[in-house]
Every structure is written in C-alpha cells, then in structure tokens.
C-alpha cells in the first residue's frame, strides 16, 4: 500500500472558523491532489499539486486553498469554513498526472456546524 | 464539459450471479477510464483501467472494455463474491487538468 496519512480524521467545527488538513505521503510521488467526496456526485476535484509550490485549481476550489512546501505534504485550508464544506476529503498522490494511477489516502470527515 | 454517468445503485446480488455496472461517458478528447474501488471506511482503490478505444482493462476477475461507439466502459465480473462488497466508481481523464468521477455504484453481495 501507497503510504499516504491524512489528519486529522475526524474533525468538527463550526461556521466561519479556518480548518486546516493535511496530507502525508512517504513514496516521494510528484502529484498530491484533494477530493471531496459527497453523496450523489462521486469525488470532485479540489486543488492539486504537480511540486513544491507549484498548485492549480480543480473543479470546485472556491474557498479553499492549498499549500505544499515540502514533497511529503499537502495541506488543504478552508479559510472561513461554511456548512456547504462537510464533507469527506480524500487526498491522492500519483507519478504522473491525472491520467496515472492515483493512490488515495484514508479520508478526513469533517462537519462544520 | 466531460462528465461520467453510471448506473445508481444500490446494487443487491446473490454470491456466484453475473455483474454489470453500466458506466457511459461524455468527452471532448480520447480520455483514459477508470474503476476505482472502495471498500467501507476506505479510500479508493484503483481496479482497472483503459487508455485507448477497444482496451479491455481487467483485475481480480473484474472486466470493462473502452468502447468508443458507445461512450461506455461497463465493469463486468462473471461470478461475484461477498468480499466484492463495495462502492465502485467509473471515472474519466482527458490529460487536461481534471478527473471526473461517476456518482458511485454501491454492491451488496449476499452468502
């Protein structure tokens, strides 16, 4: 198995407070990317990297961010945290780009309140 | 844009039946198609994949062929077992800068 972390877990919070997950990965991959996943729309894209401080916006990055300044980790920041952001994230990390085989990692639940 | 459709689940099956989760996609380009796995409290897992029209892609008995006609990439397993349990994803890239994922497919395999 890939060795990808993610924390926290399990997180809940309330409306308006930034959040801040992150992302783990001991394989040395160059790609990381952030997923939410909800019911009835599969994943959607958030951000991805493809290096150190290099990083685009996927399908649905309005109001997050996301920082990677070393290899091993990607963070995913909510900024001003809203309802409409619980969900469940999923980092992945592949060697190449989206066309490669992704490794995911074990998933953050976080419900905002 | 590109998008994925497949069949909405769930999905109940008896262990040993024949498996068919429709997938059908809709792109510009030649993507590369996917099925991903996950298994309760998981992340997804890669199941197979196919990057050119008339690959078959296929992995622990599981089958899908790219059929560019159709615009499908349908997953296939003859004889499903309890441990096949799980939500399955059809999911397309283009080589742009996006993935796009079905809504997911769930599977209960009963003894």
């Known amino acids: 198995d890939a060795g990808i972390t993610q924390s926290p877990r399990h997180k809940v919070t309330e409306t308006g407070t930034p959040v801040t997950l992150r992302c783990h990965q001991t394989?040395?991959?160059?790609?990381m990317y952030w997923y939410r996943q909800d019911p009835g729309h599969g994943l959607r894209l958030i951000h991805y990297s493809y290096g150190v401080k290099d990083t685009d916006k996927g399908e649905v990055s309005d109001g997050y961010s996301v920082s990677r300044s070393k290899t091993e980790d990607f963070l995913l920041t909510l900024e001003s945290a809203t309802s409409s952001q619980t969900s469940v994230y999923f980092c992945a990390i592949s060697n190449g780009h989206l066309q490669e085989t992704q490794y995911f990692g074990p998933g953050t639940r976080l419900l905002v309140l | 844009g590109d998008s994925v459709t497949q069949m909405e689940g769930p999905v109940t099956l008896s262990e040993e039946a024949f498996l068919t989760i429709n997938c059908t996609y809709t792109a510009t380009g030649y993507p590369s198609l996917f099925w991903y796995v996950q298994y309760p409290g998981e992340g997804l897992q890669l199941l197979l994949k196919?990057?050119?029209?008339?690959d078959k892609g296929s992995n622990k008995g599981f089958e899908a062929t790219y059929r560019k006609e159709t615009t499908s990439f349908h997953l296939e397993k003859g004889s499903v077992q309890v441990s096949d349990s799980a939500v399955y994803f059809c999911?397309?890239?283009?080589?742009?800068?996006?993935?796009?994922f079905g809504a997911g497919t769930r599977l209960t395999v009963k003894p």
């Open positions: 999911a397309l890239s283009d080589g742009g800068n996006d993935m796009r």
């Open positions: 196919a990057t050119k029209a008339d």
């Open positions: 394989e040395n991959h160059r790609y």
